[in-house]
């Protein structure tokens, strides 16, 4: 009998999110939500796995075409190892398609979160129709996908289009990955709320409602705060939201120059400011590109899937690798 369904898995640091998918389709039939606890090691994180795929597949997955995970970090897809996971601990070099086919008795198949992300927006969202597509998600960190003449890119090993670790500054702040000045480190979430509460502290700002919004205790600012204060119309906020829209253009002028996509699609937390903080990306990017031919074109748009990016992502490779 041929498999009817396939699964899609989210793995957050936080939270694993699974979905069943039926052929040809990215609405969920049926969907899970586990907290990750990935404190408790590898071995907890399995446990959890097995029993939110469990959860939304049928018949005890005995209809199931294959399980597609997003992985939160630098993923070997030809191999099925996870090379490294920062937000769950002890996660360097594991095997996890051999692991979870062995607990599941199904084919798995695993992707970085951002570049399924961008397969999902490719397949059912806002980039239907392209065969190019780029694909940001702006969040606490900054991630990114290729869709290049209708195929993911994924180099040697999987690990291409890590966009967030473009260099823009070598003597800006420290990223995350212990280099400087990369794309992260100057435009995402972290980097809004670094730079919100140093000039704050240091004086700048006065009665911005970002202060108001944390009761004064400028510990408490976010960039989600940011954005709040910024939608209501505060300048401090605004201007804090369009200098890490500046860098994206500025990032964005290189990218369009490696990849020439045909549509950029934002995904993550912080490019739901819409154009707060695209505006100012497009003007910068119009300031650096060496051609208007790259982004004439080439339109800035929030992604259509939303949240689910990542996890109709994951469905869709299964779909991908197994014809579905």
């Known amino acids: 009998m041929t498999s ?3 699964i899609g898995v ?3 640091g936080t939270n694993i999110r699974t979905a069943r998918f039926a052929r040809q389709s990215h609405i969920p039939e049926a969907k899970a939500k586990h907290p990750t606890q990935g404190a408790g090691g590898p071995e907890v994180v399995y446990q959890r ?3 939110a795929i469990r959860e939304v597949a049928p018949n005890d997955l005995a209809d199931v075409a294959g399980v597609g995970i997003a992985i939160p970090g630098p993923t070997d897809p030809y191999q099925g190892i996870v090379m490294k996971a920062p937000n769950l601990p002890g996660w360097i070099n594991l095997p996890l398609k051999q692991i ?8 798995v198949f695993l992707g970085n979160d951002a570049n399924l992300a961008a397969l999902g927006e490719w397949k059912f969202g806002a980039g239907r129709g392209h065969d190019d597509v780029l694909y940001l998600t702006i969040s606490t960190g900054i991630g990114g996908g290729v869709i290049s003449g209708g195929r993911m890119l ?13 260099l823009l500054d070598p003597n800006g702040p420290l990223c995350g990955c212990g280099q400087y000045g990369h794309f992260e480190a100057l435009a995402s979430g972290t980097a809004i709320t670094r730079t919100a509460r140093s000039r704050l502290k240091a004086g700048q700002g006065a009665g911005s ?3 108001d919004l944390v009761a004064g205790d400028l510990d408490k600012v976010t960039s989600a705060v940011v954005g709040q204060a910024a939608q209501a119309g505060d300048e401090f906020a605004r201007k804090l939201i369009a200098e890490a829209g500046e860098y994206i253009g500025q990032a964005l002028a290189s990218l369009l120059h490696s990849y020439n996509p045909s549509i950029v699609i934002f995904g993550g937390g912080v490019s739901m400011l819409g154009d707060l903080l695209l505006e100012p990306a497009r ?8 051609s208007d031919a790259y982004w004439e074109n080439c ?3 929030v992604a259509a899937l939303g949240d689910d990016s990542g996890l109709v992502g994951a469905g869709t490779l299964v779909m991908e690798e197994t014809d579905l």
Do not use: C, N, W
Not at 100 to 107: I, K, N, S, T
Not at 154 to 166: I, P, Q, Y
Not at 283 to 290: E, G, H, N, T, V
């Open 283 to 290: 003007a910068k990017l119009r300031q650096y590109a060496m």
């Open 100 to 107: 979870m086919e062995q607990r599941l008795g199904r084919p």
């Open 4 to 6: 009817s369904y396939f």
């Open 49 to 51: 796995l097995e029993a």
């Open 10 to 12: 989210d793995l957050g």
């Open 299 to 301: 339109p800035l748009v």
């Open 154 to 166: 994924l180099g040697a090993r999987g690990l291409a289009a890590e966009v967030g670790h473009t």
């Open 209 to 211: 409602k970002v202060i």
